[in-house]
């Protein structure tokens, strides 16, 4: 099942990121924009595919975990990173504020996955600012 619904989805992000390199050809600075407003939301669609994947095999108690000493500031900036876009389209500002000095002993991409699933409620909100602390 996971790999009828991922390899299209890297098809579209591995074609759209030769269109960006300009292997094909020249872009303009419009066209640049929008293939990597394409490429940027096929990678979210790919993050959601393999967080429901994830959620079965949690259901079915078969998830791999691999902890490690990990700064939380830096994984909470890599959220937000990942979740920006969702936020510039929905023309809301994103505001980060999370703790330098934590370090948590966890499996970074499980702690990853809560993050963003969790926050990205914040998103839906329309009052022109998504918060997000720690």
Request: aromatic share 4%.
């Amino acid at each position: 099942m996971s790999h009828e619904l991922r390899t299209p989805l890297n098809s579209i992000i591995g074609f759209t990121g030769i269109l960006l390199q300009g292997l094909s050809g020249e872009l303009n600075e419009r066209q640049k924009d929008q293939l990597s407003r394409v490429s940027r939301s096929a990678k979210h669609l790919l993050n959601l595919i393999s967080d429901i994947i994830d959620l079965s095999k949690i259901e079915a108690n078969r998830i791999d975990v691999h902890p490690e000493t990990v700064r939380l500031q830096e994984v909470v900036a890599h959220a937000a990173d990942s979740v920006r876009t969702l936020a510039d389209d929905k023309k809301l500002k994103l505001l980060v504020d999370a703790p330098y000095d934590i370090t948590v002993y966890t499996d970074r991409k499980r702690l990853l996955q809560c993050i963003i699933l969790k926050r990205s409620v914040c998103l839906l909100c329309r009052c022109g600012k998504a918060i997000w602390w720690m």
